[in-house]
């Protein structure tokens, strides 16, 4: 069973940086794809970015240019560096495993002032 821990969040203000960390613990299998999605209240949850276990990386509109997801596969860890943080960056961010079994972590807060 797959198991996966957000760390990183906080409290930044705007034009700010933080890095999200997710811890995976468990069968992990060789080929994955992993994901950072991010939700405010009354919203559906959003992609924010995915990386395949081969590093290829793809970016929602939003992320890209700001953030930057890379993974550490000898520490089963993947990152999420944000840069440029801006107030509707808000939300709760979760990591997901997206293939081959959907799995979600239990979310980090990220809150940007203005």
């Known amino acids: 069973q797959v198991q996966l821990l957000e760390s990183g969040g906080g409290l930044v203000q705007a034009g700010g940086s933080l890095r999200l960390s997710c811890a995976t613990s468990?069968?992990?299998?060789?080929?994955?794809?992993m994901g950072w999605f991010r939700q405010t209240p009354g919203k559906q949850r959003e992609l924010v970015a995915t990386?395949?276990?081969?590093?290829?990386?793809n970016y929602a509109d939003s992320a890209k240019g700001r953030f930057a997801i890379s993974r550490d596969n000898a520490k089963n860890t993947v990152y999420l560096q944000m840069n440029s943080l801006k107030p509707e960056d808000t939300a709760v961010y979760y990591c997901?495993?997206?293939?081959?079994?959907?799995?979600w972590g239990q979310g980090t807060q990220v809150t940007v002032s203005s």
């Open positions: 997901r495993m997206i293939y081959p079994r959907d799995t």
């Open positions: 468990g069968s992990i299998p060789s080929l994955n794809v």
């Open positions: 990386i395949t276990s081969g590093g290829v990386p």
